[in-house]
């Protein structure tokens, strides 16, 4: 655990957080600012798409599994697709809850650095503060385009799980996996998709952190 989430605990614990601000005051007042969050939301909503990545590829296999199923329990294969699906719902809304999570520090981020840009006296320095924040927040744009992109991408892939899972629940039979074989190509296709998407999320996750440290 790193020292921003030994910290978040703490003030969880103590009742401190009431709302975002709150929170945000709280950690300032013991070092840690919103831009140190910001990059920690970054990494952890990076750690959620590499972990939804095996989530996905898992329910992808177990689905091949079903439509190339010669023999055995249905209801137990059934029963593990439906599980492989269950855990890409849960990786799915980690990931949507973490990018909120970005969103909500960096907008707090950006609206703070734009108002500390008056109190400046020094011209030369409030412009290099001003061309920076700029900067910042052209990189965090493309960022969070592409972390919404990832998280777009997840959505066709759950709705046709879903109807598979639920076609074979109702049609535990031999003859249910031939109208599912028709599905494999296009899931398939999605599911290669994702991947891409969430790849270059997690790049411009590393460049952006990078940046900001």
Request: proline share 0%.
């Amino acid at each position: 655990m790193n020292f921003i989430r030994i910290c978040t605990t703490v003030l969880l614990l103590g009742g401190l957080i009431g709302c975002q601000s709150t929170y945000y005051n709280a950690m300032e007042k013991v070092g840690v600012h919103k831009r140190d969050i910001l990059v920690d939301r970054v990494d952890e909503a990076k750690e959620s798409q590499a972990d939804a990545q095996v989530e996905f590829q898992d329910a992808l296999t177990q689905f091949r599994s079903v439509v190339n199923f010669k023999g055995g329990d249905l209801e137990e294969l059934y029963d593990r697709l439906n599980g492989e699906y269950e855990d890409s719902v849960e990786a799915a809304e980690e990931i949507r809850d973490r990018i909120d999570k970005v969103e909500s520090v960096a907008e707090a981020l950006f609206d703070e650095w734009q108002d500390e840009l008056e109190l400046y006296s020094n011209a030369r320095l409030r412009n290099e503060s001003k061309a920076k924040l700029a900067d910042t927040q052209r990189r965090y744009k493309s960022l969070i385009s592409s972390m919404r992109k990832a998280e777009k991408s997840m959505e066709p892939v759950l709705s046709a799980l879903q109807d598979n899972v639920l076609y074979l629940k109702h049609n535990l039979n031999a003859s249910a996996i031939g109208a599912l074989k028709g599905e494999l190509n296009s899931i398939d296709r999605d599911v290669s998709s994702l991947l891409n998407a969430m790849n270059n999320a997690i790049k411009e996750s590393d460049s952006f952190i990078a940046q900001l440290r």
